[in-house]
């Protein structure tokens, strides 16, 4: 029985009017695709395989490193890389650093100098790409960004540039590979690389030459035993990880490549991604973030359906 005192509460609850049903499938219209979900969507079409001759197989140990490289910002590099691979430079090269959250770096040990035929010892910095704001297929992303006035992302690489001067650079996020240099600036040459294995050490940006980006076997790299000298060298010649081969995937027989694709920057799919990471909120993402950085927006790769 209700109690008197209850009587005008439930008045006032009685006087609300019902709402009405919602539409069927209502609920469902508000809730977002995930990312898995976009790219288990995306068309065929969307998707490509890296070039044979921008594509390096670091065949470690523990298996392949697959590298896409990055002609549009660093030309000068990946020809002297091809050079490298063609006269067979790359014989005898050892991951010589692995310095946690940082780099794996790899070259030829000190002990062990080896001339080059037809490759240079040293080039000048591609630090950046004069005119790159213009000549570049960028796909800004919408969120500010610390370190340039945009940032976005071309080809399957992460980028940055500057309105003002019309500049374009790469930056330093997981997985993508550098030039290694001493002081100088003009010190690099493709010949010694690395690839960062930890937290985005941005401050590099346009510091060095980046010449592209690791699109699978990262665990190869990442997961090696960390060095015991300053700034993670290995400190005994056995301790290195001596690479079995430096190929260029267009000198290894199609059968024996690795199948690799990257979902296009440029394509629809690759938007709808993006948002969908902005704005995730599924059962455990309880909160969306409304931001991307452009190192959680590089472009997925998988392995192609069967052929």
């Excluded at 980028?159 to 290694?180: F, L, N, S």
């Excluded at 997961?223 to 430096?246: I, M, N």
């Amino acid at each position: 029985m209700l109690r008197p005192a209850a009587l005008p509460l439930l008045a006032a609850i009685l006087a609300v009017p019902l709402m009405p049903p919602l539409p069927a499938g209502a609920a469902d219209a508000e809730k977002r695709a995930t990312p898995a979900e976009v790219l288990a969507a995306a068309p065929a079409a969307d998707w490509r395989s890296p070039a044979p001759e921008e594509t390096l197989y670091l065949e470690l140990p523990a298996g392949r490193v697959v590298i896409e490289l990055a002609p549009q910002f660093a030309p000068a590099h990946v020809a002297n890389m091809r050079l490298l691979a063609a006269e067979d430079w790359y014989r005898g090269v050892a991951v010589v650093r692995v310095q946690d959250n940082y780099v794996t770096q790899w070259g030829m040990p000190e002990e062990t100098p080896k001339p080059m035929k037809t490759a240079k010892a040293k080039l000048a910095p591609e630090f950046t790409v004069a005119g790159g704001a213009a000549g570049l297929p960028f796909v800004p992303l919408p969120d500010p960004d610390s370190f340039a006035p945009e940032v976005g992302v071309v080809g399957s690489f992460p980028a940055a540039r500057d309105p003002t001067t019309g500049e374009a650079w790469m930056t330093h996020c997981y997985g993508i590979v550098g030039v290694g240099r001493d002081m100088a600036v003009d010190t690099g040459s493709g010949a010694e690389l690395y690839v960062v294995i930890g937290h985005s050490p941005r401050a590099l940006d346009r510091v060095i030459t980046l010449v592209g980006r690791v699109l699978s076997g990262m665990e190869h790299l990442s997961a090696l035993p960390r060095g015991t000298g300053q700034l993670g060298f290995y400190e005994k010649p056995e301790q290195r990880v001596v690479l079995r081969s430096v190929r260029f995937a267009s000198d290894v027989p199609e059968a024996e490549r690795t199948p690799a694709q990257v979902l296009r920057s440029t394509s629809p799919s690759y938007a709808a991604w993006v948002e969908a990471k902005r704005q995730r909120q599924d059962d455990f993402f309880i909160r969306a973030a409304g931001h991307v950085d452009v190192c959680n927006a590089l472009p997925p790769v998988r392995t192609p359906p069967a052929l």
